[in-house]
T-cell receptor, first 115, second 117 residues
Framework: DSGVTQTPKHLITATGQRVTLRCSPRSGDLSVYWYQQSLDQGLQFLIQYYNGEERAKGNILERFSAQQFPDLHSELNLSSLELGDSALYFC??????????????FGEGSRLTVL | AQKVTQAQTEISVVEKEDVTLDCVYETRDTTYYLFWYKQPPSGELVFLIRRNSFDEQNEISGRYSWNFQKSTSSFNFTITASQVVDSAVYFCALTSGIIQGAQKLVFGQGTRLTINP
């Protein structure tokens, strides 16, 4: 158990819909990361938040947005869903704010299926 | 641009055999960090090791060992006396250019390792 909690574990929805994935980081971790794992793209970095502020951005679509709340949990919002958005979405957390790269602790993922 | 290549898509061996997973990386940064993660059938990603670019010492942890060679930009992972529980997808990853805590892990495509009894 990494200590990172993601909900829901599974989600099935239709094209054009909007969903929200939730992540609670490990106790004390200030950084939250979102990754997408799909068959064709592999594991891709989407976005990182540190203590409520966006810190790094990857290949995140404009239809996707994220935020980190004062209690440090994070939400990833996916809208106007397309079939190609079907993937496993991971949240990870770390304590590192600067300096050497820290170990990322990954949650179990939220599997999104768009029909 | 940074890139991680895991040329072996799938490997299948019989239990107790030794197996090496290859990882080749590309980066222009002089300071970078390499990682290996394991993804068992249950789906979560489990951290195995982190190595920084200034430390080329090989590391051994039980049946696991890692060989980091900057000259060939490789960070290979060897499992000695493999066991069925080692069956998983293994990912090599790279991060560099860390500024103010911003950290983007670039993952390889993964190697699916199957250990047969």
């Amino acid at each position: 158990d990494s200590g990172v909690t993601q909900t829901p574990k599974h989600l099935i929805t239709a094209t054009g819909q909007r969903v929200t994935l939730r992540c609670s980081p490990r106790s004390g971790d200030l950084s939250v990361y979102w990754y997408q794992q799909s068959l064709d793209q592999g594991l891709q970095f989407l976005i990182q938040y540190y203590n409520g502020e966006e810190r790094a951005k990857g290949n995140i679509l404009e239809r996707f947005s994220a935020q980190q709340f004062p209690d440090l949990h994070s939400e990833l919002n996916l809208s106007s869903l397309e079939l190609g958005d079907s993937a496993l979405y991971f949240c990870a957390s770390s304590a590192v704010a600067g300096g050497p790269a820290g170990e990322l602790f990954f949650g179990e993922g939220s599997r999104l299926t768009v029909l | 641009a940074q890139k991680v290549t895991q040329a072996q898509t799938e490997i299948s061996v019989v239990e107790k055999e030794d197996v090496t997973l290859d990882c080749v990386y590309e980066t222009r940064d002089t300071t970078y960090y390499l990682f290996w993660y394991k993804q068992p059938p249950s789906g979560e990603l489990v951290f195995l090791i982190r190595r920084n670019s200034f430390d080329e010492q090989n590391e051994i942890s039980g049946r696991y060992s890692w060989n980091f060679q900057k000259s060939t930009s490789s960070f290979n992972f060897t499992i000695t006396a493999s066991q069925v529980v080692d069956s998983a997808v293994y990912f090599c990853a790279l991060t560099s250019g860390i500024i103010q805590g911003a950290q983007k892990l670039v993952f390889g495509q993964g190697t699916r390792l199957t250990i047969n009894p």
